[in-house]
């Protein structure tokens, strides 16, 4: 893809440098537009220049001296590097352009108003259809305190501008702060914003459909959001993009999450994820390279590195340390516990909103935004919501163009009409394409449906009654790392059927026939387990096997952390979804393992599971008994 795949790609070297930020326009230039004027580090209007047809270009950023600091003040005082572009002065409405917010993916960020990384239009292309759009280098990252040298340039402001990993008191309420400015100055209406973003900035663009038109202070409580002027703002629409609900299950799941009922209010938080190793490693080090973490012992609510440690150092994970993590992750980083209601704080309706995320993304899996679709559908049944999903996203997405053209005009026909009121109502439902391989062949689908469970019209069901012994030491570990979205291959990686290694559980089903059937949804598995030992998690893979040319594909894998409490029993978890036609004589298998490394951090301790009574359901998008045809 564009720029998701990147910063990870590079852990296996180093990581990427910034993108360097070109100096402010010639004061000259300012007479263009008055764009937060007074709230800069120098206490000018950002300068601006002009574009073709027109279109301005506004650029808050710092050029090494505190003359030269246009970037934003925001409300603690921090300083960030901001772009505004404009339509044409003479397209100014009465109460301001419609508004759309884009937000940057981790280590990205914006480069100016051609930067195309958030999922939709650039800032220009919006531009020239009457929108204002507002780009932050969020705080801790490039020109926002996250250069050691843009740290220099006012020492004082910067020494709280770390990350805080998209919490809503700081991303969030900085672009809050930024947009009621705009709508203080006529610039944006308070009821056209839309907010968007992918991947890091996707979780910030849910995070505001989530609080809607409320904010958070520092202490979390939850206010009414208004201008610094007192005029009421809320977001119109948002579409995030490839991104999280809940930002430490993301990275550590335990497997709780189920397509199939609402996930309670607890069962993400206990038992402690496994760690997806690669990923985690590798967004930590594309951090220390371009970001600025709060230093030691300076913010116990932003301590990334204490809490990467404390993820990293693996089982029993029962620190205070583990414990605050998990609670403030929850509390401040995940917008499925926001809209739930969690710790106090009051239900309230989103904005209307377009979630596209990747069956093959195994950073953020399709189930993060389809936990959030599912509460938000039982709690507000009759507001705009609506999933696109498709082989997208970061690794181990192929991001073939067709699949990534889908969504540009998605986004564009959404915000045309639940943030700028000029079209009539999108498309709402879910809309799916599948992975196929190889990868220059075109996705099947799209396949839409009112609801998700709709998209489901049958399941190929599979029993398997004797034991089988998954143990934390077993599997091929050529295969596994084939199949890591960092140290291998994209989605239509290949790997040998055969020498899987020994303590590997597994399940041959019968070959598809006829025409094949598509997977299209959660493969689920309930199965007896007996645990010998401690901390114990099983991974599953599904693979498409060729007889032909016995090798394998991976079409859907999952963790799932058994309860160190009462793990043995009868338990059901399930795969991230996966969309995928088994086509005819190849063989659906199903691999539980004790570890998956390096695409999970192996347990500090050796264990044995028993699996007995196993049975394995794919939800495929043709009728019942497809796979018998």
């Known amino acids: 893809m564009r720029r998701l795949g990147i910063a990870l790609a590079a852990i296996v070297t180093a990581a990427p440098p910034m993108v360097a930020l070109g100096a402010p326009a010639a004061v ?21 220049d002009l574009r073709p047809g027109g ?57 100016g108003p051609t930067d195309r990384q958030y999922g939709g239009p650039s800032a220009v292309e919006w531009a020239k259809d009457g929108y204002a759009v507002l780009q932050f280098a969020a705080r801790g990252w490039g020109h926002s305190c996250g250069k ?20 809503y008191r700081y991303e969030a309420r900085d672009v809050q702060y930024a947009v009621g400015l705009l709508v203080d100055e006529g610039v944006a209406d308070p009821n056209r914003v839309g907010a968007t973003g992918e991947s890091y900035g996707g979780g ?35 579409a995030p993009f490839a991104t999280w609900s ?14 199939s009922r609402i996930t309670s209010a607890k069962a993400d938080l206990s038992p402690p994820g496994v760690e997806k190793l ?36 693996g089982e029993p994970y029962t620190t205070p340390l583990d414990r605050d993590l998990i609670r403030q992750g929850a509390r401040f980083h995940s917008p499925y516990y926001l809209l739930r209601g969690s710790y106090g704080m009051r239900r309230e309706p989103p904005a209307p909103m377009l979630l596209a995320n990747g069956f093959t993304d195994d950073v953020f899996p399709v189930d993060e935004v389809l936990r959030y679709y599912n509460l938000e559908r039982s709690l507000y049944p009759h507001d705009p919501i609506a999933l696109l999903l498709a082989d997208i996203g970061h690794q181990r997405a192929d991001n073939k163009p067709a699949d990534d053209a889908l969504l540009p005009p998605r986004i564009k026909a959404f915000f045309d009409h639940y943030v700028k009121g000029s079209s009539p109502r999108p498309t709402l439902g879910v809309t ?21 469970k709709a998209l489901q019209s049958g399941r190929v069901t599979y029993r398997s009654k004797p034991r089988q012994t998954v143990l934390s030491t077993g599997g091929n570990p050529l295969v596994s790392k084939a199949f890591d979205p960092v140290a291998g291959g994209l989605a239509c990686t290949t790997a040998p059927a055969t020498n899987q290694g020994l303590g590997i559980a597994t399940y041959r089903l019968p070959a598809a026939k006829g025409s094949g059937y598509t997977l299209l949804g959660s493969p689920t598995i309930t199965a007896n387990l007996e645990l010998t030992g401690r ?13 032909v040319t016995k090798t394998e594909v991976l079409v859907a894998r999952g963790v799932y952390r058994l309860d160190p409490n009462h793990p043995n029993g009868r338990q059901t978890f399930q795969l991230h979804p996966g969309a995928w036609r088994f086509a005819n004589g190849h063989i659906p298998v199903l691999q539980l393992l004790g570890m998956d490394e390096p695409y999970t951090r192996p347990s500090n301790f050796p264990f044995s599971i028993a699996v007995s009574h196993l049975r394995l359901q794919l939800p495929t998008h043709e009728p019942r008994n497809a796979a018998r045809k």
């Open 535 to 547: 901390y114990a998690y099983v991974a599953g893979r599904l693979l498409d096997v060729n007889p």
């Open 28 to 48: 000259a230039a300012r007479s263009v537009a008055d764009v937060f004027g007074g709230h800069t580090m120098n206490g000018h209007p950002l300068p601006c």
């Open 204 to 238: 910030v663009s849910l995070e505001l459909a989530t609080l809607k038109n409320r904010v958070m202070y520092a202490d979390g409580s939850l206010h009414r959001w208004l201008s610094p002027a007192g005029t009421p703002i809320h977001i119109a629409a948002a």
């Open 432 to 452: 799916a394409m599948t992975q196929r391989c190889p990868a220059n062949v075109r996705s099947e689908g799209p396949y839409h449906a009112k609801t998700w």
């Open 278 to 313: 690669t990923i985690l490693s590798g967004l930590y080090l594309v951090g220390t390279e371009g970001a600025y973490y709060a230093p030691p012992g300076r913010d116990p609510q932003a301590n990334v590195t204490a809490w990467y440690a404390s993820i990293d150092a």
């Open 148 to 167: 050691a040298s843009s740290r220099l340039v006012n020492v004082e402001a910067c020494l709280n501008g770390y990350l805080h990993l998209d919490d």
């Open 246 to 259: 809940d930002l430490i299950y993301s990275l550590a799941p335990n497997g709780r999450t189920l397509d």
């Open 55 to 111: 279109l301005r270009a506004c650029h808050g950023g710092e050029s090494g001296s505190a003359a030269s600091d246009y970037r934003f003040k925001t409300f603690d005082g921090t300083p960030l590097d901001v772009f505004v572009t404009l339509p044409p002065a003479s397209h100014r409405p009465k109460h301001g352009y419609p508004l759309v917010v884009q937000s940057h993916g981790w280590g990205d960020p914006p480069t």
